[in-house]
């Protein structure tokens, strides 16, 4: 099976370290201590590796609690995500910049990957919190960079990191699966059906919903497959696969461009372009896939994907 990118699980969190500012402190200033940088939802890499910098390269007054966020442990080092505020890239030497996470996603390994993403999720949803949402005040950050409290002492709110959960399902009917295309995406391209779980709805519940919504069809009988931390900005795809109870395509909301019931032979064909192979949608894909006797979804000489992965859904970016 391929894998699932911004999910390896080799990083040690560390996380009762979060509640002992003193030892924080000396993580930070510790010479093995190493700085994954962002900048502009952006992840400085060196050559085709995550630029781990040195604390020579960090500041005293940029290593502070409010730019260094605590992201756990990995050979021997402990490791922070340093936010850089600046308005133009920063240069930190030769063979480095700084590439986003979608590129990221096809140029590195899958741990440098997954610790790229981790780093730009938790700093995104800091730029996004600095004010407190009960009283408008400004927050600050505690607990390694995972809590912000309001400022105002007579208030006193507490945030913490939070993900938007997110469906995406691979709906089958005998041979064939269901497949679809936002319009923003290039003709052939097709994907899963995917979207938002709403309020006091199921993660089985958003699957029927959306699919109904999406294309008309009828579902049942949802099964877990796997998952995928998708930080554009923090969602979670949580992958299924899914019986289609019927197969009347219609498009009833608009999302998506067209949808179709696909065979394993247009795809051994090449006849549609696939999502990237690092995304939870191939993954699902495949799985359905190589059930069937014959070739493996691997072993096929399929179109390239385009450099940008497809969104799960249309409006997580």
């Known amino acids: 099976m391929s894998g699932i990118a911004f999910s390896a699980r080799n990083l040690d969190r560390h996380s009762t370290l979060r509640n002992d500012p003193a030892a924080l402190e000396r993580a930070r200033f510790d010479p093995a201590t190493r700085f994954v940088a962002i900048w502009h939802d952006q992840c400085l890499i ?4 995550i630029a781990l910098l040195e604390p020579e390269y960090v500041s005293a007054r940029t290593c502070d609690p409010e730019h260094c ?28 910049r700084f590439i986003g996470l979608r590129e990221i996603s ?13 780093a730009k999720a938790i700093i995104s949803w800091q730029n996004h919190h600095r004010h407190c949402g009960v009283c408008g005040v400004r ?28 469906v995406i399902v691979l709906v089958h009917h005998q041979d064939r699966a269901l497949l679809g295309r936002q319009p923003a ?36 009988h949802p099964s877990y497959v796997a998952s995928q931390p998708w930080p554009f900005p923090a969602a979670l795809m949580i992958g299924f696969h899914a019986r289609g109870l019927s197969t009347d395509i219609r498009l009833n909301d608009g999302e998506l461009a067209e949808a179709h019931w696909v065979s394993r032979r247009q795809i051994v064909d090449g006849k549609i372009i696939l999502p990237t192979r690092f995304s939870v ?33 249309d409006h997580i970016d």
């Open 281 to 313: 949608a191939y993954h699902l894909i495949e799985r359905w896939f190589d059930r069937y006797d014959g070739p493996r979804l691997a072993e096929l000489d399929l179109p390239d994907t385009p450099l940008r992965p497809p969104r799960p859904v």
């Open 185 to 220: 995406w290039p003709k052939r391209l097709l994907s899963t059906i995917a979207g938002f779980v709403e309020p006091g709805e199921s993660l089985e519940d958003a699957i029927y919903r959306e699919v109904a919504e999406e294309t008309n069809i009828r579902t049942g």
């Open 46 to 49: 060196r050559n085709t590796h």
């Open 69 to 96: 966020t605590f992201l756990g442990k990995q050979n021997g080092h402990f490791l922070f995500a340093l936010a850089i505020d600046a308005g133009e890239e920063p240069d930190f030497g030769p063979d480095t």
């Open 106 to 118: 096809m140029r590195l390994v899958a741990e440098e990957a997954a610790l790229a993403a981790f």
């Open 139 to 166: 927050n600050r950050l505690i607990e390694g960079g995972f809590v912000m409290v309001c400022t105002d002492d007579d208030c006193g709110h507490r945030s913490f990191p939070r993900l938007d959960p997110a």
